[in-house]
Nanobody
Framework: QVQLQESGPGLVKPSQTLRLTCTVS??????????WSWLRQPPGKGLEWIGY???????YYSPSLKSRTSISRDTSRNQFTLQLSSATPEDTAVYYC??????????????WGQGTQVTVSS
């Protein structure tokens, strides 16, 4: 059974960098052919894809967030980390990490973290 758990500060000040870590158990983040993703859901809005890192360590970001986003990994700890710089109140959301795989040219997710609330406010 694969489990994902998000961790990080629940409150970030504007202009600071939002940093969240996803710890994975029950499966390796380097195993073929999984895509390790970050998504978020702002209050009252739908789910938004932020980006992912694939099993080889390659990254892909949403065009709207690409300039502020970085995803990295620590294979020794089986973790991957999201950094979103220059945070604004519009980045307030519940953030999720998830495991996915390509099916018919799109990523489908089979395991999710429980989600973590991040509020950007002074």
């Amino acid at each position: 059974q694969v489990q994902l758990q998000e961790s990080g500060p629940g409150l970030v000040k504007p202009s600071q960098t939002l940093r969240l870590t996803c710890t994975v158990s029950g499966g390796s983040i380097t195993a073929n052919y999984w895509y390790w993703s970050w998504l978020r859901q702002p209050p009252g809005k739908g789910l938004e894809w932020i980006g992912y890192m694939d099993y080889r360590g390659s990254t892909y970001y949403s065009p709207s967030l690409k300039s502020r986003t970085s995803i990295s990994r620590d294979t020794s700890r089986n973790q991957f980390t999201l950094q979103l710089s220059s945070a604004t109140p519009e980045d307030t959301a519940v953030y999720y990490c998830a495991r996915g795989a390509y099916s018919d040219s799109q990523v489908e997710y089979d395991y999710w973290g429980q989600g973590t609330q991040v509020t950007v406010s002074s």
